[in-house]
């Protein structure tokens, strides 16, 4: 999914939380180095011919994606969150909704590749729909819009009368 989406999904999911700011910043920092390729070598999104392809992204920067992505490695720092400050375990599982949203919303079209959950133990991936298909950016911003109104009515109903 595109990085603005995860941003107001984990916010809308994570609103009751008082750290949801943090599980916000946690649901957008695996997209970081894609982000960073993309300020590296802005032209061809800025010329109008898309993404950047694979090939040309910086192998550091395609390793950081990688790592980021990989539901091991979210398991591995999650233990750590858990062990050094359990009251932050619940918003950086942003970073691994972040990952479960991106394992169904990324297809080996390119300049896309599925998410490579597993990484780096196995290439495994479910190659269902690129973020970037019209339909599901209808859908999902059709979605977010619902659930932001629907949020925003019950605040109005719950706001104390004055
Ligand atoms: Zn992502």
Known sequence: MDTFGHALWTGALYRKNPKRWVAVVCGVVPDLPILAALLLNPWPLLKGQGLPALDTIPPFLVAL?????????????????????????????????????????????????????????????????????????????????????????????????T
């Open 65 to 161: 994606d990688l790592t980021a992505h990989s539901v091991l490695v979210f398991a591995v720092m999650a233990a750590v969150v858990w062990l050094m400050r359990p009251d932050m375990l619940v918003p950086f599982s942003g970073w691994g909704l972040h990952i479960l949203i991106d394992v169904f919303s990324h297809a080996n079209v390119p300049p896309f590749t599925a998410t490579t959950f597993l990484f780096p133990v196995s290439d495994a991936s479910i190659s269902v729909v690129n973020w970037n298909h019209p339909v599901f950016i209808g859908v999902n911003y059709t979605l977010l819009a619902l659930v932001y109104v629907l949020l925003w009515q019950r605040r109005i109903r719950t706001s104390p009368k």
